[in-house]
C-alpha cells in the first residue's frame, strides 16, 4: 500500500477502527452517534462492521457531546450529505450520508 502524505480537496477517505474489543466499540459508536453496525461475515465467525447514521441527526448528537461544527449540513446535489466537526480533543472528521 502506497504512503499518503495529503489528500487532494473532496478526495475520497475510507476511515477504520482496529480493535481487541469489536463489540465494546460498535456499542461505543451506537450510543454515541446512534449508528447502526451493518455486519458482514467474514472468517471463522468474525464481522467486518460498517456503521451507518444519518448525517443530519448525528451532528446534533455530536455537538451535544462537545463537538465544533466547522462545516454545517449541507447537501451535494445527487450525491448525498455531509458536514465536518472537530471533537473536544481537537481532531476533525467528516460526516457523510450517500443518496442512496
Known sequence: ?????????????????ATTDQSAAKNFYQNLF???????PMDEGNVYSMMQANCDSSVGKATSAGASVLVPPMDIPK?????????????????????S
Open 1 to 17: 500500500m502506497p504512503e499518503v502524505t495529503q489528500h487532494k480537496p473532496g478526495s475520497f477517505c475510507w476511515a477504520e477502527l
Open 34 to 40: 446512534g449508528w447502526e453496525a451493518n455486519d458482514a
Open 79 to 99: 450525491v448525498g450529505g455531509f458536514s465536518v466537526l472537530r471533537d473536544p480533543q481537537g481532531a476533525v472528521f467528516n460526516l457523510f450520508t450517500p443518496n
